[in-house]
């Protein structure tokens, strides 16, 4: 459900996925998510440092170490993480919260997860009789629009935008992280709903969120198994039949650290070997395939009656 109106007590305690916010700054998009909430982070206004000692530059607004994390997004907001415990904001005056939110539940979220030693990968992930099955691509790509449309067609999205996994003694486990899909206004139109203003992601973007249902945020809490990974490809040519095709395991490795969330974080703070492990130890209980789709709404029935033959129709014949 979207979030209530009236303005959250200050400190904020939110919930997201295995995040306890204390929070000073109130996160809108927050006031209806849940979750086990083990890790307790603080977040608190002010007090961000200009330099991190020793570390990387990764460019003129991100500096990452081993166990801290500096980004300055100009006419926004300057981000301090350290230690997978703390976030410090310091907010450019009038800036609309939406946008502070933005870099808070994208870039920052995925610095938390990495600190805390959890893979966090640039997907959208679905439900189906306790199988996840998550779709990865760059920005763009489709990945919510293809879970807002299973979800029509029954299924059960876990996450958007970030794929949250966790290592299990007999599987890859799926931490729900997600209470609503990022969505362009084109596919809003695809799906017949009308964009919200409020719950527009970016000031200057047309894309907004669609809160899902409480209940549906609720069930998916059980950390269900990932059984597969979906890298999502276009095909040039837009009259061409979607294709799926098993891959091979180096190229499913190589395409996970690809799509491993802010990845350069890991990768400028001497651990990259530990995310060559994460995602090597995936496809030890996961499948990889290629997703090939020619990019049209119009055609998005084919990719779903595919993907629900090669993935889900087995488990619907059980229901």
């Not at 007590?9 to 996160?27: A, K, N």
């Not at 990865?136 to 629009?145: E, I, P, Q």
């Not at 294709?243 to 650290?257: D, N």
Request: glycine share 8%; charged share 20%.
């Amino acid at each position: 459900m979207p979030p209530g109106e009236p303005t959250a007590p200050t400190p904020c305690v939110f919930y997201l996925g295995p995040f306890r916010f204390e929070s000073e700054f109130d996160v809108r998009e927050l006031h209806a998510s849940s979750g086990p909430g083990e890790i307790a982070v603080s977040i608190r206004l002010g007090g961000v440092p200009h330099a991190i000692p020793g570390a990387t530059q990764v460019d003129e607004y991100c500096q990452v170490a081993p166990a801290e994390y500096l980004l300055d997004i100009p006419g926004v907001a300057r981000y301090y993480v350290r230690d997978g415990r703390e976030v410090r904001i310091e907010i450019v005056p009038g800036t609309p919260p939406a946008n502070v939110s933005t870099y808070l539940l994208g870039s920052v979220f995925g610095v938390l997860c990495h600190q805390n030693g959890l893979l966090p990968l640039h997907g959208s992930a679905v439900e189906c009789a306790g199988d996840v099955t998550a779709f990865l691509g760059d920005s763009g790509a489709g990945k919510s629009t293809l879970a807002a449309c299973l979800q029509r067609r029954g299924h059960l999205v876990v996450s958007d935008d970030i794929c949250l996994l966790q290592s299990g003694p007999d599987a890859m486990r799926v931490i729900p992280v997600a209470g609503w899909l990022k969505l362009w206004n084109k596919s809003l139109q695809h799906l017949g709903e009308t964009p919200v203003e409020q719950d527009r992601v970016f000031s200057t973007d047309d894309k907004f969120r669609v809160f899902l249902p409480t209940s549906t945020a609720d069930t998916a809490r059980q950390r269900p198994r990932l059984a597969r990974v979906v890298f999502l490809a276009r095909d040039s040519d837009p009259q061409a039949k979607p294709s799926l095709h098993p891959l091979q395991l180096l190229e499913a490795i190589a395409g996970l650290m690809e799509m491993t969330y802010v990845g350069y974080v890991p990768a400028h703070a001497g651990q990259q070997s530990s995310i060559f492990r994460q995602c090597a130890n995936v496809f030890q209980h996961a499948q990889a395939w290629r997703l090939t789709v020619p990019w049209d709404l119009a055609r998005l029935d084919s990719v779903l009656d595919l993907l629900e033959t090669e993935f889900f129709q087995s488990h619907d014949a059980t229901l």
